[in-house]
């Protein structure tokens, strides 16, 4: 996909940037949007044991991903009120 180092130079910018970088910015809000639902409901707990961390991601990602399907399915076009920080 990003194997040519590119550079858009269509844009009226100044600077000049690779493609993977206005890849990745145009894609970067899902991964925001991702962070700000886990950073607020979070069932992770401190542990210093890489096992138990990554289980703690995949209920909080298994989470998030229900929510999104509940909220795709149900057609309530917003479902909870989350408090952003």
């Given at each position: 996909?990003?194997?040519?180092?590119?550079v858009n130079?269509?844009?009226?910018?100044?600077?000049?940037?690779?493609?993977?970088?206005?890849?990745?910015?145009a894609t970067k809000g899902a991964v925001d949007a991702f962070?700000?639902?886990v950073g607020n409901?979070?069932?992770?707990r401190k542990s210093n044991r890489w096992p138990m961390?990554?289980?703690y991601f995949m209920i909080d990602t298994a989470g998030v991903n229900?929510?999104?399907?509940?909220?795709?399915?149900?057609?309530?076009?917003e479902l909870f009120r989350f408090e952003t920080s």
């Open positions: 996909m990003h194997d040519k180092p590119e130079v269509h844009m009226d910018s100044v600077a000049k940037k690779p493609f993977a970088i206005l890849d990745y910015n962070d700000e639902l409901y979070s069932c992770g961390r990554l289980f229900a929510y999104v399907m509940f909220g795709m399915t149900s057609g309530v076009e």
